[in-house]
């Protein structure tokens, strides 16, 4: 059993709390102040969950704490209504945030994460994947909110979003949720087999005919060799279903219908007890339409519906999950974990991201291979890694070098208020400037506090 020490909890949450981390084998030890927390590391060095509810206070204690043990472990634990202090906590070194109510399996994942990171500095595997959904932004708790619902149930589960939103890990976090789940998680490309291999990968046999009614209990075949079988007790995750043939389909719909089938080995009826899940875009309802999914797949598949937001509608996450990029990155290419400084975080967090997390990684991979040596991420390393060609919304083409300055700073102030929800304060101190210039900056610019501004060209100034 894993041990964390964890320092700042609000009493009235503490039960719940250790409940929590109890179920995912992470046991805890309450820490009051920060000379407790030194003494109890000094005799055992753990690594340490940081509660930043009391804001300043709680972030000079996680400067304290990082000064005098720095090989320390750490994280925080921040409040989704103070979306500021996640940016403050990665900025104050912190390996990972979370979001209140912690999850025990979420810590548990995190630390063993880390662990990996470690033994990748000195030649690991690589092969390490998160299946942490970051949930700092309202938009993600309604989402997460669907998870937990879908984690209680067997049912089937239609994720849909774009790409590099995310939908496999949630359907990874649903899968390790689910109560009494002893199966594997299975995921199938239909796109990525023509029609009769698809048969067999699934099946482990083609259909012996187009009518499985013609076996002696009305069942679906299916062989200990496919991967139908491998997903037995578990979860059989799909990508590209449109890209399935309509005969493998039907049979999908009849094994997900019954609930049995026939194992070719034994010739005799199984029960078959697979989680069904589909990963797809916003065009699955033409698909449907259209006959290119079958309406009986597409209801068994499609008994919950989470929709996945984009990265650029949920600004709010991107500083955390920029840091575990970063972190992960580091780790591949084992080098010394680098630290994004406030401008560049900021600058991360403002760019449109229309690729979402895969393109986010992709860019914090080669910020880290281009940067040059030491600790530090700057803002001139992110923008040496800005695509002027426009693949980014802020570096739009046309216009005079003023004309492009203004629609940069317009775009970037905006986003900056998007992620304070509104805030002055919070956002000129992000920006590094005083409220009265950025009053001005946004009364110039035609920024409205909360949304961004819909003409086509600001008024420079």
């Known amino acids: 059993m894993k041990s964390v020490l964890y320092l700042g909890c609000p009493e009235s949450e503490r039960q719940e709390t250790e409940r929590l981390l109890s179920a995912a084998s992470v046991s805890v030890i309450w820490a009051e ?35 005098e043990r720095s090989s320390t472990l750490m994280f925080a634990v921040v409040d989704t209504r103070r979306p500021d202090l996640t940016t403050e906590a990665v900025l104050a070194g912190m390996a990972d945030v979370f979001a209140r109510p912690i999850g025990g399996r979420r810590v548990a994942n995190a630390i063993d994460r880390e662990q990996r990171y470690e033994s990748r500095q000195f030649g690991g595997s690589l092969d390490a994947h998160s299946d942490d959904l970051y949930t700092h932004s309202p ?140 990963g797809v875009d916003a065009g699955i309802d033409t698909a449907v339409q259209e006959g290119r999914v079958r309406e009986d797949l597409f209801r068994r598949l499609s008994v919950i519906r989470i929709d996945m937001p984009p990265l650029r509608h949920r600004r709010q996450d991107i500083p955390a999950l920029a840091n575990y990029f970063l972190r992960d990155v580091c780790a591949s290419l084992r080098v010394p974990t680098k630290a994004l400084s406030r401008s560049a975080l900021s600058l991360i967090s403002a760019l449109p991201w229309r690729g979402n997390g895969v393109e986010l990684r992709t860019f914090i991979e080669s910020v880290v291979t281009g940067s040059p040596g030491g600790r530090g991420i700057g803002l001139e390393d992110v923008l040496a890694n800005v695509r002027l060609d426009g693949g980014s919304a802020v570096f739009s083409k046309g216009g005079t070098l003023r004309q492009a300055r203004a629609r940069f700073e317009r775009e970037y102030i905006a986003a900056v208020l998007e992620q304070h929800q509104g805030r002055i304060s919070d956002a000129a101190k992000t920006l590094g400037i005083q409220r009265t210039n950025l009053y001005r900056k946004m009364r110039s610019l035609r920024v409205i506090a909360g949304r961004r501004c819909q003409n086509s060209d600001p008024t420079p100034y």
């Open 33 to 67: 102040n920060v000379p407790f927390a030194l003494s109890e590391l000094q005799r055992c060095d753990m690594p340490v969950l940081l509660d930043l509810s009391r804001g300043a206070a709680a972030l000079q204690i996680a400067r304290e704490l990082r000064t």
């Open 139 to 278: 938009v993600m708790r309604d989402v997460m909110a669907l998870v937990a619902r879908a984690s209680t149930m067997r049912d089937g589960v239609l994720i849909r979003g774009e790409q590099g939103t995310g939908r496999q890990v949630a359907a990874r976090v649903i899968h390790a949720s689910q109560s009494g789940t002893a199966g594997a998680f299975v995921m199938i490309d239909c796109a990525a087999f023509d029609s009769a291999s698809l048969d067999v990968h699934l099946f482990g046999e083609a259909a012996r005919s187009s009518n499985a009614d013609q076996t002696p209990h009305g069942l679906e075949r299916v062989s200990i060799h496919g991967q139908l079988h491998a997903a037995l007790n578990g979860t059989l995750y799909l990508l590209n279903v449109a890209d399935a043939s309509t005969r493998v389909q039907a049979r999908l719909a009849r094994v997900l219908r019954d609930r049995e089938a026939i194992l070719v080995e034994s010739s005799a009826p199984i029960g078959f007890d697979v989680r069904p899940m589909a």
